[in-house]
């Protein structure tokens, strides 16, 4: 997967907007790990919003065809980890996403940004 130019990215970024995610971060991991070529990092202001957030993510990639691998933290609600393969999303309650700062442990990521999050960033100015 090529971060820069694959439209497919897009997707994801949608499908996490489609609930309102709070603060979308998109990090180039793959030159750091194996473990995935990108991160989404986004949070919720509750642990139901969380839970929307994933459950929507889950139904929306569902309309392309595109399953996750496995999907842990839907029943609490404070983390949820959906893994794609290639992607990985972070969903999270707020304070327990401060507390983790994945951003800070991935600081040497490249960020990335979709015309899904542009857009997004516009629109909350």
Not at 18 to 25: E, F, P, Q
Not at 82 to 108: A, K
Request: hydrophobic share 40%; glycine share 6%; with cysteine.
């Amino acid at each position: 997967m090529n971060t820069d130019t694959d439209p497919a990215l897009d997707l994801y970024i949608k499908a996490a907007l489609g609930k309102k995610a709070l603060d979308v971060v998109v990090l180039d991991v793959g030159a750091l790990s194996s473990v995935a070529e990108v991160f989404i990092i986004c949070s919720g202001r509750s642990n139901r919003q969380v839970n929307a957030i994933a459950e929507f993510i889950q139904m929306d990639l569902k309309k392309h065809n595109i399953r996750p691998l496995s999907v842990e933290g839907m029943h609490e609600g404070h983390w949820v980890l959906m893994d794609y393969g290639h992607v990985i999303i972070h969903v999270f309650y707020q304070p327990v996403r401060e507390f983790y700062d994945l951003e800070g442990l991935w600081i040497d990521a490249k960020r990335i940004t979709t015309p899904s999050l542009q857009k997004s960033k516009r629109n909350n100015r």
